[in-house]
Nanobody, 118 residues
Framework: QVQLVQSGGGLVQPGGSLSLSCAAP????????MGWYRQAPGKERELVAS???????NYADSVEGRFTISRDVAKNTVNLQMNNLKPEDTAVYYC????????????WGQGTQVTVSA
């Protein structure tokens, strides 16, 4: 059973910053496309950012320039640094791992609440 273990998140005021981290087994971390999704109440889960082994990244238009996804090879973790947070960023954030070329994630983290509110 593959486990993706998330940490971070919480409550922050608009304009603030938060970070998320996701630990994955080495065999998954080194070969899968790692990413972060989010799901707000009443909305579908959406891709926020992804990163491949070579370091190429992809971002949703809504977070481009504010969020940064990165890989820590020594720790087998994928991180999401979120700056200039907005109320519309409020959601449950999920770490994901997708086989390269696969249509959808194969594994999910447990989910972490991020709330942006004054």
């Amino acid at each position: 059973q593959v486990q993706l273990v998330q940490s971070g998140g919480g409550l922050v005021q608009p304009g603030g910053s938060l970070s998320l981290s996701c630990a994955a087994p080495g065999s998954v971390f080194s070969t899968y496309v790692m990413g972060w999704y989010r799901q707000a109440p009443g909305k579908e889960r959406e891709l926020v950012a992804s990163i491949i082994r070579g370091g190429n990244t992809n971002y949703a238009d809504s977070v481009e320039g504010r969020f940064t996804i990165s890989r820590d090879v020594a720790k087998n973790t994928v991180n999401l640094q979120m700056n200039n947070l907005k109320p519309e960023d409020t959601a449950v954030y999920y770490c994901s791992a997708r086989r390269l070329g696969g249509p959808r994630p194969d594994y999910w983290g447990q989910g972490t609440q991020v709330t942006v509110s004054a």
